[in-house]
């Protein structure tokens, strides 16, 4: 379980703070494979970003034992100057990957970049990197994967490829998703969670939650 | 599988360091000029210096050759300068990693500024070999309390660095601001002049910079013969002990929001 506690979020602005929540407390229960539903801005990225430690909020905590994975978006922490060997190797290290050569291997395997592996990121295609970015994260083993649109990128093979791993995945973890596309999110999930106004309601059928977002 | 070792928070620090520290190796000699800019760049400005001194006062300079007299004021100002330039820009440039959970603000600043720290050495040392190879006569009378003075200046500049870096945060301007403030240190840290070309009724105009200190007692530690009476160390060790307390209690409070906004 994940459990939000009294959280407030809001960012500093020319208009005074902008509020993403107000006081949250909530739960997210363990075991299902979560969509995250909401309209543009409605603090999705935001939420990701809070329970994965990469930022904080300004009151409240977030409690958890589960092992989760960073946001996994289209770059995150890819760094231009460097191979997508060095980058694999330095999130592995980072992560505490005990194996790093086996872990960078995989990566290679996974991410099927060919030569390019070993030449800079800032030379890959936009497609590519994202590619990169989710072989990284499904390398290592969290409790949840938090997968912001990356599933929907790269081409049909690879897509095809992601999905694969992901479900394969999603019998021993659990995935939270955001996506615009509900063909992918009906893929994986089974349960949303419908974010509107900074309140927070699970649904545990996932169409439940899907007509609900639809009808906001 | 992958298996994660579980570690303590030591380890994850010690592990997380480490890899910034190596990315840092990779990233920043990355241009054609590479790492050899690093040791060309002072080694002109000492030259420079030198000969414009030496040519003024011949080849001595209050008791010690004046080449080495310009070694330590322009290795240690570029040790000060460069560790608070890029220390107050770590936390900027590594943004995106703080998506990691295990990746701390000052972590970043701690490998940045150790980076430089160690770039410095090097170059100190590779200039001792050339002045061997070159036949010029040195002394290092006292080797460990240079150290000892790199490290307290290291301390004043990563902590101003890491003060900077947290400001920023909040307010982007005062980078401008820095670059302002940091211009005169240059020229009033005692890089190609000494305390003793000044007379002692005029030392408190500048005797309050530690920078100053830590590079009249480094050329005195080389050359005991050198006067170090115009200088402290007590003072370099009391304001790196200073400076390292604000900025760690100023990190302390702010660091989680530092990095929200």
Redesign the interface.
């Known amino acids: 379980m994940i459990r939000l506690e009294n959280v407030t979020?809001y960012?500093?602005s020319a208009l005074g703070k902008q509020y993403i929540f107000d006081n949250v407390s909530f739960d997210i229960p363990s075991g299902h494979n979560i969509a995250i539903l909401g309209s543009n801005g409605a603090g999705k990225s935001t939420l990701f970003?809070i329970l994965?430690?990469?930022?904080?909020?300004?009151k409240g905590r977030i409690v958890t034992d589960l092992?989760l994975s960073?946001?996994v978006a289209l770059?995150?922490?890819?760094?231009g100057?460097?191979t997508g060997a060095?980058n694999a190797r330095?999130?592995g290290?980072?992560?505490?990957?005990?194996?790093l050569d086996?872990?960078v291997n995989?990566v290679r395997q996974f991410a099927e970049l060919g030569p390019k592996f070993d030449l800079p990121v800032g030379t890959y295609s936009s497609g590519m990197k994202p590619r990169l970015a989710f072989a990284c994260s499904i390398?290592?083993?969290f409790d949840v994967y938090l997968i912001d649109e990356v599933t929907s990128v790269g081409d049909a093979k690879f897509r095809n490829k992601a999905r694969k791993a992901l479900t394969q995945k999603s019998k021993t973890a659990n995935v939270i998703m955001v996506s615009h596309e509900m063909d992918e999110l009906r893929h994986f999930c089974d349960s949303a969670i419908v974010l509107h106004k900074g309140q927070l309601t699970f649904y545990n059928d996932l169409e439940q939650g899907i007509a609900q977002y639809q009808a906001l | 599988?992958?298996?994660?070792?579980?570690?303590n928070n030591w380890?994850?620090w010690r592990?997380?360091i480490?890899?910034l520290f190596?990315?840092e190796i990779?990233?920043s000699f990355?241009d054609r000029l590479g790492l050899a800019w690093a040791v060309v760049n002072p080694l002109v400005f000492i030259f420079a210096l030198s000969y414009m001194r030496g040519r003024m006062s011949g080849g001595e300079t209050h008791t010690i050759p004046t080449f080495e007299f310009m070694m330590y004021g322009m290795l240690l100002i570029q040790l000060f300068l460069d560790v608070l330039m890029n220390s107050s820009n770590a936390i900027k440039k590594n943004k995106?990693?703080?998506?990691?959970?295990?990746?701390q603000p000052i972590s970043s600043i701690i490998a940045t500024g150790a980076f430089y720290f160690v770039v410095k050495l090097a170059v100190y040392l590779l200039v001792l070999v050339i002045m061997y190879f070159l036949g010029m006569e040195f002394r290092i009378d006292d080797p460990f309390f240079i150290i000892i003075n790199a490290v307290a200046l290291w301390l004043i500049a990563t902590s101003l660095g890491l003060i900077f870096a947290i400001a920023q945060c909040y307010v982007p301007e005062i980078s401008k601001i820095q670059s302002v403030l940091t211009r005169p240190l240059f020229f009033i840290s005692a890089v190609f002049f000494s305390m003793q070309d000044i007379p002692p009724e005029y030392w408190h105009y500048l005797d309050w910079n530690p920078i100053l200190h830590a590079i009249e007692l480094s050329r005195h530690a080389a050359y005991n013969t050198y006067s170090n009476e115009a200088v402290s160390e007590f003072y370099l060790f009391g304001s790196a002990l200073v400076f390292t307390f604000f900025a760690l209690s100023v990190y302390q409070i702010s660091w989680?929001?530092a990095?929200?906004?």
Do not use: C
């Open positions: 979020k960012y500093p970003r994965a430690g990469s930022e904080y909020p300004n092992h960073w946001p770059t995150t922490g890819i760094h100057q460097m060095e330095f999130i290290m980072i992560n505490g990957v005990a194996d086996t872990y995989r390398g290592i083993d | 599988m992958t298996t994660i070792i579980k570690r380890a994850i592990d997380v480490f890899a190596v990315r990779r990233t990355n995106a990693l703080f998506a990691f959970r295990q990746v989680k929001q990095i929200s906004r």
